[in-house]
């Protein structure tokens, strides 16, 4: 299993469209810390009854998403370019154990992501502190400390799920731009769906969703769902079931 996953790895590492990927989210905290910093300023020069209408001014935001889209991506890409190139017959002719190379790949995806996804979310919280100061809520995004990283464990939590769901999307669609829709679908347009479609629960459904999951885990969320115990739980299980899926069509098709 060790050389399996040092295997992984080495091809992880030697691909170039991983440094891009990895290198994306950073992009995107600074896009988000500039919106943090240009809220901060507007916040400044409010009065206070429109200050009471802001929202917190958290790179967040807009770092994790696009951050959970990438490592899911990344999941993707590593099971289906070897499927596009053909390089999948080499990998399970030097690892004849379908169910033993998944694990390899998942076990790198899942590391991957995690450190990924914990430094993205901990910076987005170091510098979101940064940025608005001693100013208190709701321009601040987090009353205290252990809440900020709270929400910061929870959210780089689901960037490892979410990369594990694409792995799964991966094997079972085999297609690179089949497994970026699905992935797109379940992140972005099914809460948008449910919202619009079912108005009075929508917010609930959208809650049950890998992406609205971390601030139920955190103990963070305004009107949670779940208890962050259970919603432990049912992020967890969304990696499984992703990974189980994949492992019966890895195991049942040809490659």
Same mark, same amino acid.
């Given at each position: 299993m060790n050389t399996a996953i040092s295997a992984e790895w080495r091809k992880l590492c030697t691909v170039r469209s991983t440094r891009y990927i990895l290198g994306s989210p950073l992009v995107a905290l600074a896009a988000g810390s500039l919106v943090a910093v240009l809220m901060t300023a507007d916040w400044d020069g409010s009065t206070a009854t429109e200050r009471a209408t802001f929202p917190g001014a958290d790179p967040a935001v807009l770092a994790v998403p696009f951050t959970q889209f990438c490592l899911a991506a990344l999941g993707a890409l590593v099971i289906t370019?070897?499927?596009?190139?053909?390089?999948?017959?080499?990998?399970?002719?030097?690892v004849p154990g379908r169910r033993r190379l998944l694990a390899a790949k998942a076990a790198v995806v899942a590391?991957?992501?995690?450190?990924?996804?914990?430094?993205?979310?901990?910076?987005?919280?170091?510098?979101?502190?940064?940025?608005?100061?001693?100013? *208190?809520?709701?321009?601040?995004?987090?009353?205290? %400390?252990?809440? !900020?990283?709270?929400?910061?464990?929870?959210? !780089?939590?689901?960037?490892?799920?979410? !990369?594990?769901?694409?792995?799964?999307?991966?094997?079972?669609?085999?297609?690179?731009?089949?497994?970026?829709?699905?992935? !797109?679908?379940?992140?972005?347009?099914?809460?948008t769906v449910a919202l619009? %479609?079912?108005?009075?629960?929508?917010?609930d459904i959208a809650s049950l969703l890998p992406a609205g999951l971390a601030p139920q885990l955190a103990g963070?969320?305004?009107? *949670?769902?779940?208890?962050?115990?259970?919603a432990l739980a049912v992020m967890l299980g969304y990696a499984v079931l992703a990974l189980v899926t994949a492992a019966s069509a890895l195991t049942r098709r040809d490659a």
């Open positions: 370019s070897e499927y596009a190139t053909g390089m999948i017959r080499t990998s399970l002719a030097a590391s991957v992501a995690f450190v990924t996804g914990q430094t993205v979310a901990v910076a987005a919280f170091v510098l979101g502190g940064l940025i608005t100061g001693d100013r *208190p809520a709701p321009i601040a995004a987090w009353d205290s %400390v252990p809440e !900020g990283l709270a929400a910061a464990f929870g959210n !780089g939590l689901s960037i490892t799920v979410i !990369g594990l769901i694409g792995l799964g999307f991966g094997a079972v669609l085999r297609s690179t731009a089949g497994a970026f829709v699905a992935v !797109g679908a379940v992140l972005f347009v099914l809460p619009m %479609v079912f108005p009075s629960w929508g917010e963070t969320a305004d009107d *949670p769902v779940l208890p962050p115990a259970l």
